[in-house]
């Protein structure tokens, strides 16, 4: 069973399946994160949806790029939540499965490709109260040992 973190589900909504893969990146005692400013300004786990005929990985390494501009070696799976959220930039409800990596962040190429994203540093206790939902402040203090 896949431990779930959300709102309550909306009762008789239909709920699309989306996959993801989202990265804790530690270095140098801090964690690398993004802040998407729409539709709602939040900080988040780099990441996001896997695409058709994509692997996790290969969509972990794209998201964290896209949403950073940093790269990324050496991701291990930690774990996985599920999440049922609405997707205003798809105009649809969904149920994310998200699967959490720990990665190195490697070096950075740039600004963020992603519009609307920007690469933030913070200290580990920092993130744990600004990331913006409940299934990624569970994966970073628990990657953190942070209670």
């Not at 909504?13 to 300004?41: E, M, S």
């Not at 988040?44 to 692997?55: F, H, K, T, Y």
């Not at 050496?74 to 409800?93: K, L, N, T, V």
């Not at 540093?121 to 209670?147: I, S, T």
Request: net charge positive; with cysteine.
């Amino acid at each position: 069973m896949i431990r779930r973190f959300c709102e309550p589900l909306v009762r008789g909504q239909k709920y699309h399946l989306r996959a993801g893969a989202y990265a804790i990146l530690p270095l140098d005692g801090r964690v690398l994160l993004t802040h998407q400013a729409k539709p709602q300004p939040e900080f988040q786990l780099p990441g996001g949806g896997i695409d058709a005929g994509e692997s996790p990985l290969g969509a972990l390494h794209r998201e964290v790029f896209e949403e950073t501009g940093w790269g990324i070696a050496a991701p291990r799976r930690i774990g996985a939540f599920r999440r049922f959220a609405y997707m205003p930039e798809y105009d649809r409800w969904a149920e994310k499965l998200c699967t959490i990596y720990i990665a190195r962040p490697t070096r950075c190429f740039g600004k963020p490709r992603e519009p609307g994203h920007s690469a933030v540093w913070m200290r580990p206790e920092q993130a744990a109260e600004q990331l913006g939902n409940e299934g990624d402040r569970h994966f970073l203090r628990r990657a953190f040992r942070l209670a």
